[in-house]
């Protein structure tokens, strides 16, 4: 079973729910019998002791079996019934059934009790003096309104004790004919209702307390009902019932917060691979449905030592207690199930499943660190083991490093005087006159020296600044325009994000509009790559840059993306063969797949460029192979403008 949630102790901000420290409230019945238990002892010992007084002060004046043998057995019964009550019981077990029965029994005890107390006293008011006489009618003023009071949660005990004393009492001092022990009669039996009044209202009381109780107790009861429910929303990720990027961050906090007594435990992020296609194509309900799939296979798969949550889109994030090793093992694993082919009606479809981790407390202490490190190692392992696990290690701390000096130097760069402009010649094989250039980009960091042309777009596409650099880079090309001769094209190359954001495609079309350039000498360059993503998106945005004149450039043809519909399908003009098809020009087999691409480029009337030339042998078998144009090492390495041209010069004059 999936660990999906985690009691309140477990977690401080409460996932999900309020703490249970309110006690259930008892049903009224049990709390009537629980009270009425507590006061029944002191009821049995005021018996007990106003029996033995009564009994003690007629000693000599009745009968034994009447001061003697009839009260001590009364006040056995009593004893009994006292030590019965004394015993201590389970109170969480008291239902309402045994409530109700125990009630009954009360009831039925109250009246065997208060006829036989009331009747031995009678019987003994036949004995002694005046004194022994008043006795007997405080003894039953007394006790009765000791009863009473003792029996207030149980009213109908009461009113059977009181009707019975002391209706047999004033029906005995009526029937004696005095005057004043029917005064004293009367005067108990008013001061008897009076008190089971009073008895009644604070019965009612009771039970208006208990009802109160009862009910706010329901509705504390269905507040906590609403905020567990709502701390569940509030940490659940409604599309695959997983825990989200909220619980999983909090959880997160959590361990950090155990410091030294946590458990070892990694963090992971794993990304699925293909799945944006399969959204573009087969529709968002479809991709739901994939993602509610794969987020059932990971609730079942894992045990109380993992907590895998849903991050947002494709990406789920992971907490597993235990070593590394075990991590990546449980992690490769989860890969290859996320793999499995997945039904969709009458569509099966997989995808593949990259994953990174980084443990603790080695990775980092922080939970930012943690995450950006396990991040980054799924980065990796996207591009150099795409459907395995990578872990976080020194190699890639010294890249992270790195990469974070980049950022830091690129964000703080004056791309104004730090970038500059080589041009790379593209020139006719047979005569080896130059065509055009291709412009490509050179950053000059103060405090990195010389950056990489793909360091620098891969740093400016992880800091979202692609747009920023490229428009850098093509007002430089556009500086160095005028110095162009007019007979020669510019080539400027646009990375995938270009073609993905309508706002850099519009700013480039602007800037060509107020330069007044002869856009049919500038070609766009796009990579196959570019083409991944959203097709319809990257299509749309080069038929916007061939609207002002600009030619399209496929670059890298041939590295398996592309194919003969989407070169149907694009606005493309030039297509340039990726440099990996001139290392093959040295073997029969790769001269003939060459040949068969121009022949194919050639079937659809685009030019055609080959990229990569280093020998002389190569731009030979380019040649023979009919290739018109050529761009290489060995014919030229990108320098700048004015030295190209300078040369140039000097190789057409000579």
Same mark, same amino acid.
């Given at each position: 079973?999936?660990?999906?949630?985690?009691?309140?102790?477990?977690?401080?901000?409460? &996932?999900?729910?309020?703490?249970?420290?309110?006690?259930?409230?008892?049903?009224?019945?049990?709390?009537?019998?629980?009270?009425?238990?507590?006061?029944?002892?002191?009821?049995?010992?005021?018996?007990?002791?106003? *029996?033995?007084?009564?009994?003690?002060?007629?000693t %000599?004046?009745?009968?034994r079996?009447i001061?003697?043998?009839?009260?001590?057995?009364?006040?056995?019964?009593?004893?009994? #019934?006292?030590?019965?009550?004394?015993?201590?019981?389970?109170?969480?077990?008291?239902?309402?059934?045994?409530?109700?029965?125990?009630?009954? &029994?009360i009831?039925?005890?109250?009246?065997?009790?208060?006829?036989?107390?009331?009747?031995? =006293?009678?019987?003994?008011?036949?004995?002694?003096?005046?004194?022994?006489?008043?006795?007997?009618?405080?003894?039953?003023?007394?006790?009765?309104?000791?009863?009473?009071?003792?029996?207030? +949660?149980?009213?109908?005990?009461?009113?059977?004790?009181?009707?019975?004393?002391?209706?047999?009492?004033?029906? +005995?001092?009526?029937?004696?004919?005095?005057?004043?022990?029917?005064?004293?009669?009367?005067?108990?039996?008013?001061?008897?209702?009076?008190?089971?009044?009073?008895?009644?209202?604070?019965?009612?009381?009771?039970?208006? !307390?208990e009802?109160?109780? $009862?009910?706010?107790? &329901?509705?504390?009861?269905?507040?906590?009902?609403?905020?567990?429910?709502? *701390?569940?929303?509030?940490?659940?990720?409604?599309?695959?019932?997983?825990?989200?990027?909220?619980?999983?961050?909090?959880?997160?906090?959590?361990?950090?917060?155990?410091?030294?007594?946590?458990?070892?435990?990694?963090?992971?992020?794993?990304?699925?691979?293909?799945?944006?296609?399969?959204? @573009?194509?087969?529709?968002?309900?479809?991709?739901?449905? !994939?993602?509610?799939?794969?987020?059932?296979?990971?609730? %079942?798969?894992?045990?109380?030592?993992?907590?895998?949550?849903?991050?947002g889109?494709?990406?789920?994030?992971?907490?597993?207690?235990?070593?590394?090793?075990?991590?990546?093992?449980?992690?490769?694993?989860?890969?290859? /199930?996320?793999?499995?082919?997945?039904?969709?009606?009458?569509?099966?479809?997989?995808?593949?499943?990259?994953?990174?981790?980084?443990?603790?407390?080695? =990775?980092?202490?922080?939970?930012?660190?943690?995450?950006?490190?396990?991040?980054? =190692?799924?980065?990796? =392992?996207?591009?150099?083991?795409?459907?395995?696990?990578?872990?976080?290690?020194?190699?890639?701390?010294?890249?992270?490093?790195?990469?974070?000096?980049?950022?830091?130097?690129?964000q703080? $760069?004056?791309?104004?005087?730090?970038?500059?402009?080589?041009? &790379?010649?593209?020139?006719?094989?047979?005569?080896?006159?130059?065509?055009?250039?291709?412009?490509?980009?050179?950053?000059?960091?103060?405090?990195?020296?010389?950056?990489?042309?793909?360091?620098?777009?891969?740093?400016?596409?992880?800091?979202?600044? $692609?747009?920023?650099?490229?428009?850098a880079?093509?007002?430089?090309?556009?500086?160095?325009?005028? #110095? !162009?001769?007019?007979?020669?094209? /510019?080539?400027?190359?646009?990375?995938?994000?270009?073609?993905?954001?309508?706002?850099?495609?519009?700013?480039?079309?602007?800037?060509?509009?107020?330069?007044?350039?002869? $856009?049919?000498?500038?070609?766009?360059?796009?990579?196959?790559?570019?083409?991944?993503?959203?097709?319809?998106?990257a #299509?749309?945005? /080069?038929?916007?840059?061939?609207?002002?004149?600009?030619?399209i450039?496929?670059?890298?043809?041939?590295?398996?993306?592309?194919?003969?519909?989407?070169?149907?399908?694009?606005?493309?003009?030039i297509?340039?063969?990726?440099?990996?098809?001139?290392?093959?020009? @040295?073997?029969?087999?790769?001269?003939?797949?060459?040949?068969?691409?121009?022949?194919?480029?050639?079937?659809?009337n685009?030019?055609?460029?080959?990229?990569?030339?280093?020998?002389?042998?190569?731009?030979?078998?380019?040649?023979l192979?009919?290739?018109?144009?050529?761009?290489? +090492?060995?014919?030229?390495?990108?320098?700048? !403008?004015?030295?190209?041209?300078?040369?140039?010069?000097?190789?057409?004059?000579?």
């Open positions: 079973m999936a660990r999906t949630a985690d009691t309140p102790d477990e977690l401080p901000h409460g &996932q999900p729910g309020i703490p249970r420290d309110d006690p259930v409230r008892r049903p009224l019945l049990v709390e009537q019998f629980l009270r009425l238990r507590r006061q029944l002892p002191p009821m049995y010992l005021i018996l007990t002791m106003n *029996a033995a007084t009564l009994a003690y002060t007629h %000599g004046f009745a009968p079996w001061s003697v043998w009839l009260p001590g057995a009364l006040i056995t019964m009593c004893l009994l #019934r006292l030590i019965q009550w004394l015993r201590p019981i389970d109170e969480d077990g008291v239902t309402e059934a045994f409530a109700r029965k125990m009630l009954q &029994q009831e039925f005890m109250a009246a065997i009790f208060a006829a036989g107390f009331v009747s031995w =006293a009678l019987v003994l008011d036949q004995y002694g003096g005046s004194a022994e006489h008043g006795h007997v009618t405080v003894f039953v003023a007394i006790t009765v309104m000791g009863c009473i009071f003792c029996l207030t +949660y149980l009213p109908r005990a009461a009113h059977i004790v009181s009707y019975i004393v002391l209706g047999v009492f004033l029906t +005995y001092c009526l029937a004696s004919g005095t005057i004043t022990l029917a005064a004293m009669a009367l005067n108990i039996l008013l001061v008897g209702l009076v008190v089971l009044k009073v008895l009644r209202d604070s019965f009612g009381s009771f039970t208006a !307390l009802d109160s109780q $009862a009910e706010l107790q &329901q509705e504390r009861a269905a507040a906590q009902r609403l905020a567990e429910e709502n *701390a569940r929303l509030a940490h659940s990720d409604p599309l695959t019932g997983l825990p989200n990027r909220r619980y999983f961050f909090a959880r997160l906090d959590a361990l950090l917060a155990r410091g030294a007594d946590a458990p070892p435990f990694c963090i992971g992020v794993i990304d699925l691979d293909r799945f944006k296609p399969i959204n @573009d194509v087969h529709g968002h309900a479809q991709g739901d449905r !994939l993602l509610q799939v794969i987020g059932e296979r990971l609730r %079942g798969a894992s045990g109380p030592e993992a907590v895998i949550a849903r991050l889109g494709d990406e789920f994030g992971l907490i597993i207690e235990g070593t590394l090793e075990a991590a990546e093992a449980m992690g490769t694993w989860l890969c290859e /199930l996320v793999q499995q082919p997945v039904p969709l009606g009458d569509l099966v479809v997989s995808v593949g499943c990259s994953g990174g981790l980084a443990a603790w407390p080695e =990775a980092g202490g922080r939970a930012h660190d943690l995450f950006d490190r396990a991040d980054f =190692a799924l980065y990796h =392992a996207k591009k150099a083991r795409r459907g395995g696990v990578v872990r976080f290690s020194a190699e890639l701390e010294r890249i992270i490093r790195s990469e974070q000096a980049l950022e830091a130097a690129l703080s $760069a004056d791309l104004t005087r730090e970038l500059a402009m080589v041009y &790379q010649p593209v020139v006719r094989t047979r005569t080896m006159r130059m065509i055009g250039v291709e412009a490509l980009a050179r950053w000059e960091s103060p405090t990195l020296g010389a950056v990489a042309a793909e360091l620098l777009f891969s740093t400016a596409e992880r800091l979202g600044m $692609a747009r920023t650099v490229t428009l880079a093509f007002d430089r090309v556009l500086a160095d325009w005028p #110095r !162009l001769p007019r007979d020669q094209r /510019l080539s400027f190359n646009l990375a995938p994000t270009d073609i993905a954001d309508p706002g850099t495609v519009t700013a480039l079309m602007d800037r060509i509009a107020r330069s007044r350039i002869d $856009a049919t000498r500038l070609v766009f360059e796009i990579t196959e790559t570019s083409l991944i993503g959203d097709f319809d998106v #299509r749309a945005a /080069l038929e916007r840059l061939r609207t002002c004149g600009a030619m450039a496929l670059d890298d043809f041939g590295t398996g993306y592309s194919s003969l519909s989407t070169l149907h399908m694009l606005p493309i003009d297509i340039k063969i990726d440099r990996s098809f001139a290392e093959r020009l @040295d073997d029969a087999e790769g001269r003939r797949l060459v040949r068969a691409i121009f022949n194919l480029t050639s079937s659809l685009l030019e055609c460029v080959f990229e990569g030339i280093e020998t002389e042998m190569q731009l030979m078998e380019a040649t192979a009919g290739f018109h144009y050529a761009q290489g +090492y060995f014919i030229e390495r990108p320098i700048a !403008l004015d030295v190209l041209l300078e040369q140039r010069m000097r190789q057409n004059a000579a």
